[in-house]
């Protein structure tokens, strides 16, 4: 690998810098790669990979998670490191708790587990803007604009600079070091992801922008292969570009395939998400990748909540779905094709990088085809991939080079079928009619094939025929063959293969070094087959015993509520004023709910049109304690409110959520709550709206470098929608165009903003910040991308230019702010509810309080909020996660944790608390 020296000149052009040379040196690591993936010290690590996100598991459940992955049979683990997650406030780093993030890489290299870790900037889904800080967008550079994320801007990459050093502080010495020990528990981290889905062919800012970045983590001390996922839309030297792509794409193997001729010597890397939405696809999918020739990497393996991050808006509910772990920590129901091929990869990791798969003939495409066979031979083996068929089993001949013939049976999701492989050293697989799943200490071949069918071995040149057990078999048939002890599962029960290395367990979730074995939720039956072929019924160790034959169970708590009227009309002394608007994260709010008050008085009576800011935020608004709109991200025009005033004093108080923002785009930063005033609007007269066709097409890349779907050379369409109208007077005006759009914007002439795909962002038209606005006649054009000009027909009728006539809020002392915290028993005081008439839900916000004392146990434990409207739930202060009784209402707390004495939930409508209760499956 290498990297760039530390000595260049830069220059600076538009929104990002350029490095005059970018001149490199070889790097030396332990880490290497080449087309067939990874090796350590020259010994081959075949990459078994899955994601799991600990920022977003309780370091409770950091080890049990592990080893679930482990016994699945992954051999590496995948996490994000979003830089809100760490950096709250700009300059204050947390590294401690839940936020350890060295802890979990040792623990990781403890486990047997090698780790990639994706360090960003921008990480993607499933985390609020992809993980960036809120506070980027109310960064200013020293000339007062705003700084350009995701380019090599300066202003951007200064605080960048500052996150990394920190963090990679931390990892330098994790990284595989040269003390002779093999493995990962001689540094866990096998290669590093910079930057996720930066989806844009501009080639001089993609080199000015990852030329800093790769500096920058190759000055810090990283050596180990860095990756990189954007898709091949630039090309970076000495960089391993991924490819990402649906389990139900019908396009799989063929993109896959197409990896090497795009970027020969490099290892091919394909992500692959949509499993925990389709479970079972994913084993049909990994056999498409492998049958390529290249590595899946199960893209959301492990399922995780969002406690102390924010979703993206683009990755739905608080929760993250796992297609192989889900969120108590179980297997995922269905993905037992997927669990046997992960072991079978692990085991024969050799085989699988040694293939040849550089081959440029012809094959049928697996995913139109329904009787397609792929082989492929290697260095260490053959192997012959047969994609699954539309749920069908299908019996085949296969014949070998020398004549010999064998039948086999396709499974509805794939098999694969080895020929001609070495058995660590003690014997060579001639072939086999079944798929091998696993050779556990050299001596135990665990093969499976359908219940009641006739499996056939051929082992140094010698045949043995089995018949698979029944199907409610409980125990595989073990059998000693030449110098090796055959175990014959049904599908059932290979699904469910652990090894401690020298035996082979069924039935067990994973195995504690402390504590043996630990069944799964499901409480299956356990079975251990020792190295010398005895066979053993486990019973389950006194801490998972509970878990078998579990039921649910239900507990009511007592509660006491404090409704927080004060707050929501305007009167609680918690309330400080505000020189003027200010975010959120200005504010001090990083994740959850604050309060505005903003008092406006008028001298008259009558309806007035407000716009409230638009960011990433959800807005309760209230008036004068009366709740009177909610604005939701996403929800076009939404932030726009028809209310009256009366005569005087009127208060509007805003309760504020922070959301996150999109995982991947240029807009995925936005500053949140009242961060500007609210503006009083009247429609502007006069305005003509006029389509212009054959016009010269302007430059995409004209406001900035980073533009999504975007390459050198794009223009925009020669489509161009206008608006003229007059304004003479020095107020600004708002421009609304009520619809998503991408495109480029110009006002008189003179581009000045863009609008990308998703946003409906309105635009402030103010002659004090935009030269070409002038008093007088304007005109304003939209000028969509080439793919978007049918979408622009709408425009002219749904767009909409407002004035704006005065501002509220934007006056010190007019704005006050007060945080939402649990009550301390100063200003709120909790009062029982059990036995009271309970008013009417939506009341007021409230804060709900009930004690208990007790222990989750080894099994799951959750608080079910589905009677609950929105809000987050705290135990002993602590944060466990936010709730939303649309789609998530369970938070489920980690197997093993104590359950401390007080529980305290946030509901945004003040819903009835004695709704709530605490479910275990035990």
């Not at 002993?876 to 305290?904: H, K, N």
Request: hydrophobic share 35%; proline share 5%.
């Amino acid at each position: 690998m290498r990297a760039p020296v530390a000595s260049v000149g830069y220059e600076d052009s538009g929104s990002f810098l350029i490095r005059h040379s970018m001149p490199w040196e070889i790097i030396v690591s332990e880490v290497s790669v080449d087309t067939r993936g990874f090796s350590v010290r020259n010994k081959r690590v075949h990459l078994v990979a899955g994601r799991a996100e600990y920022a977003m598991l309780d370091p409770v459940c950091w080890q049990d998670r592990l080893l679930a992955l482990k016994a699945a049979g992954f051999n590496t683990v995948v996490t994000s490191v979003p830089w809100s997650f760490h950096e709250q406030r700009p300059g204050r780093f947390d590294f401690e708790n839940d936020r350890d993030l060295a802890r979990f890489v040792r623990l990781a290299g403890e486990t047997g587990l090698w780790v990639i870790l994706r360090v960003g900037p921008n990480v993607g889904i499933p985390f609020g803007s992809g993980g960036l800080p809120g506070w980027l967008a109310d960064m200013k550079k020293p000339d007062g604009t705003g700084i350009v994320m995701r380019e090599a801007d300066r202003g951007f990459l200064e605080p960048v600079t500052r996150w990394w050093s920190q963090l990679f502080d931390l990892l330098v010495d994790l990284q595989p070091n040269r003390d002779g020990v093999e493995g990962p528990s001689s540094g866990p981290i096998l290669a590093v992801q910079v930057e996720d889905d930066w989806s844009c062919g501009n080639t001089s800012a993609a080199e000015a922008y990852f030329g800093e970045l790769i500096h920058l983590i190759r000055e810090s001390g990283i050596n180990v292969p860095l990756l990189t996922s954007n898709g091949f839309w630039t090309e970076l030297g000495g960089v391993v570009e991924t490819w990402t792509d649906e389990v139900d794409s019908r396009d799989l193997f063929s993109n896959a395939r197409q990896i090497h001729p795009v970027q020969p010597g490099m290892p091919r890397l394909v992500w692959l998400r949509g499993g925990s939405e389709q479970p079972r696809l994913l084993g049909e999918a990994m056999l498409k990748v492998l049958a390529a020739g290249a590595i899946p990497i199960i893209d959301d393996a492990v399922a995780g909540r969002h406690r102390h991050t924010l979703p993206s808006c683009d990755g739905g509910s608080s929760i993250f779905g796992g297609s192989v772990i889900d969120v108590r920590g179980d297997r995922v129901p269905g993905t037992d094709d997927a669990c046997r091929l992960i072991r079978f990869a692990r085991a024969f990791g050799s085989v699988l990088s040694g293939l040849e798969s550089s081959s440029s003939m012809p094959v049928m495409d697996p995913g139109i085809e329904t009787s397609t066979i792929i082989p492929l031979t290697g260095s260490a083996g053959d192997v012959v991939f047969i994609p699954g068929g539309e749920g069908q089993r299908t019996a085949r001949n296969l014949v070998l080079a020398d004549g010999r013939k064998f039948e086999v049976a396709t499974g509805e999701s794939g098999s694969w079928f080895l020929i001609d492989v070495d058995l660590g050293g003690n014997g060579h697989l001639d072939w086999s009619s079944v798929p091998i799943l696993d050779l556990v200490g050299g001596r135990m071949l665990v093969a499976f094939g359908e219940p009641g069918e006739h499996a056939r071995f051929s082992i140094d040149g010698e045949q043995l025929e089995l018949q698979v057990p029944s199907e409610d078999s409980d125990i595989p048939l073990v059998v000693e063959f030449r110098s090796f002890f055959v175990v014959l599962c049904t599908p059932r029960q290979a699904a469910a293969v652990v090894d401690d290395g020298d035996a082979v367990c069924i039935g067990a979730s994973f195995i504690r070094p402390d504590q043996g074995l630990t069944v799964g939720h499901q409480g299956e039956h356990m079975v251990r087959i020792d190295e010398d072929g005895s066979i053993e019924r486990i019973q389950p160790s006194e801490s998972s015993a509970a878990s078998v034959g579990s039921s649910e169970s239900k507990l009511s708590l007592d509660w006491s509520m404090v409704a927080l009227d004060d707050d929501m009309n305007g009167s609680s002394d918690r309330f400080a004023a505000l020189s003027g608007p200010s975010s959120l994260d200005e504010c001090g709010v990083r994740h959850g709910y604050g309060w505005y008050r903003v008092v406006h008085e008028t001298r008259q009576t009558g309806n007035s049109l407000l716009r409230f800011p638009e960011g990433a935020h959800r807005l309760v608004i209230f008036l004068d304690g009366r709740q009177v709109a909610e604005i939701t991200p996403g929800d076009h025009g939404s932030n726009l409110i028809d209310t009256k005033f009366t005569r005087g004093r009127n208060v509007l108080t805003i309760l504020a959520e922070r959301v996150g923002g999109p995982g991947s785009g240029n807009r995925q930063v936005t500053s949140s709550g009242m961060h500007e005033s609210i503006e009083i609007l009247e429609r502007l007269k006069d305005v003509r709206s006029s389509r212009k066709s054959d016009e010269a097409p302007v430059d995409v890349f004209q406001f900035r470098g980073f533009v999504p779907g975007a390459s050198d050379g794009d223009r925009s369409s020669t489509v161009a929608y206008a608006w003229t109208f007059t304004h003479r007077r020095k107020t600004p005006l708002r421009v609304l165009p009520n619809m998503p759009l991408k495109g480029t914007w110009l006002i008189n002439g003179t581009v000045f903003c863009r609008s990308e795909n998703g946003f409906s962002q309105s635009l402030r038209l103010d002659s004090r910040t935009i030269e070409s606005m002038k008093a007088g006649r304007n005109e304003l054009v939209f000028r969509p991308d080439p793919d978007w000009s049918d979408e622009g027909r709408s425009l002219r009728s749904s767009l909409r230019i407002h004035e704006v006539v005065e501002t509220i809020g934007q006056k010190g002392g007019s704005i006050a702010f007060s945080t939402c915290p649990i009550p301390d028993g100063h200003l709120h005081e909790f009062n029982p509810v059990n036995g009271r008439r309970w008013r009417k839900a939506g009341s007021a916000p409230s804060w709900n309080r009930a004690r208990f004392v007790g222990s989750s146990g080894d099994g799951p434990v959750r608080l079910d909020l589905s009677e609950m409207t929105r809000g987050i739930a705290f135990i002993d202060g602590r944060e466990v996660g936010s709730y939303d009784a649309t789609s998530s209402s369970d938070i489920t707390l980690p197997s093993g944790m104590s359950l401390a004495s007080i529980i305290d939930v946030f509901d945004e409508q003040g819903a009835d608390p004695r709704s709530i209760s605490i479910v275990s499956d035990n």
